[in-house]
């Protein structure tokens, strides 16, 4: 698992909550010793060292891996159908010193482009993917989620996901602005997924069989995520909605991420 999260010096609204910690989450995955995490936060997740260590997990990925990627921060939607950005550490100011806004095209060379995702992903092999974006506007990545692989949009990220079979959720639609929570920690979003989620068994659902899917656990985290965003906020027109969107293709057999009950007792019969 590959995440990417933390504050941002050049936005004028910093991030105020602390990046997940997936350091724990090694004893809860059903092959603990199999699990490999790394995470840039602050001032590590630049623009360059992102895209390196996107393009370095794409290309060491083998079509036995599970391969997750989350991204957390801030994100935009640019004008001129510029499509979704990611805001890295070193992102330019959106301003220049006499104040006068900096064209989007400028500010675009600067941040991480759906198209710079997409093509640091290119080489990935792993049967069994996910990106997750925490952060707003991110579900203006989705636009392109109908098109088939021989579609000429070669800088959406959605063909990607459909020629890979990836599973994609992003915490807000476009223009629509992400949740975070002083007493989560993180983004409404991360505490779904991953406190409530896997931490704590919740995404063992679907059906509930002491085991915990990819596709269960992101659905479920998705469900989850817009549940509480109903509580704090209702159903007003700018509660952000979040969202699954499951492969293209589903595999016959599934990715187990997580075994809430064990092996030994699962083998015997017992449950505890």
């Excluded at 957390?72 to 550490?89: D, I, M, R, S, W």
């Excluded at 000429?152 to 223009?175: D, T």
Aim: proline residues 7%; aromatic residues 6%.
């Amino acid at each position: 698992m590959h995440t990417v999260q933390g504050t941002f010096p050049v936005i004028s609204q910093r991030l105020n909550t602390r990046p997940v910690d997936i350091s724990g989450l090694n004893n809860n995955f059903a092959i603990p010793s199999a699990f490999e995490g790394e995470v840039l936060v602050e001032s590590q997740a630049t623009r360059k060292a992102i895209l390196e260590r996107l393009r370095a997990l794409a290309l060491a990925s083998s079509p036995t891996d599970i391969v997750v990627i989350f991204l957390a921060g801030h994100g935009t939607e640019l004008p001129h159908n510029l499509g979704f950005y990611f805001l890295p550490y070193d992102a330019p100011a959106p301003a220049r010193s006499d104040r006068t806004p900096l064209p989007p095209e400028t500010m675009a060379k600067g941040l991480l482009s759906e198209g710079d995702i997409t093509q640091a992903l290119e080489p990935l092999r792993a049967r069994y993917s996910a990106l997750i974006l925490d952060t707003c506007s991110s579900g203006t990545i989705l636009e392109g989620q109908q098109l088939g692989p021989l579609e000429e949009h070669s800088r959406r990220f959605m063909r990607l996901a459909y020629e890979k079979g990836m599973h994609v959720v992003v915490a807000a639609q476009s223009e629509k602005v992400a949740v975070e929570r002083r007493e989560y920690g993180h983004g409404v979003l991360a505490h779904a997924l991953f406190d409530l989620g896997l931490l704590d068994d919740g995404a063992d659902q679907s059906p509930r069989d002491g085991l915990i899917e990819l596709g269960e656990w992101l659905a479920w985290g998705a469900r989850k995520a817009d549940a509480l965003e109903r509580e704090f906020q209702g159903d007003g027109h700018d509660r952000p909605i979040p969202q699954y969107v499951p492969p293209a293709t589903a595999w016959p057999e599934s990715a187990v991420l997580r075994a809430t009950i064990s092996f030994e007792a699962a083998a015997s019969g017992g449950k505890h």
